[in-house]
Nanobody
Framework: QVQLVESGGGLVQAGGSLRLSCAASGRTFSSDAMGWFRQAPGKEREFVSAIRRSSGRTYYADFVKGRFTISRDNAKNTVYLQMNSLKPEDTAVYYC???????????????WGQGTQVTVSS
């Protein structure tokens, strides 16, 4: 089992920044990939970014390229999502996920955090 706890969400004005953190505990060695997803009210959960813990290779959805940066600190078992130039349409609950593959496909992740709310005001 892997436990994931997100933090860092909040309310920010458009153009502002937030940094989300995802702390992993438990059998973290079994999950090489860590991902960030988001879900806005009435919409499906969508892929934002992912990183491979072993290689550091990163993946991004097109709509966040150049604005968001994913990184990891393996010593702390923590993954970060630095979000800059935030837009009102970025408003959503952001979830951290862990799995064996860095993929944008939601069901392929084995473990999920509880989510953290990000609200961007215009």
């Amino acid at each position: 089992q892997v436990q994931l706890v997100e933090s860092g969400g909040g309310l920010v004005q458009a153009g502002g920044s937030l940094r989300l953190s995802c702390a992993a505990s438990g059998r973290t060695f079994s999950s090489d990939a860590m991902g960030w997803f988001r879900q806005a009210p009435g919409k499906e959960r969508e892929f934002v970014s992912a990183i491979r813990r072993s290689s550091g290779r990163t993946y991004y959805a097109d709509f966040v390229k150049g604005r968001f940066t994913i990184s990891r600190d393996n010593a702390k078992n923590t993954v970060y999502l630095q979000m800059n130039s935030l837009k009102p349409e970025d408003t959503a609950v952001y979830y951290c996920a862990a799995g064996s593959r860095a993929t944008p496909i939601v069901p392929l992740y084995d473990y999920w955090g509880q989510g953290t709310q990000v609200t961007v005001s215009s």
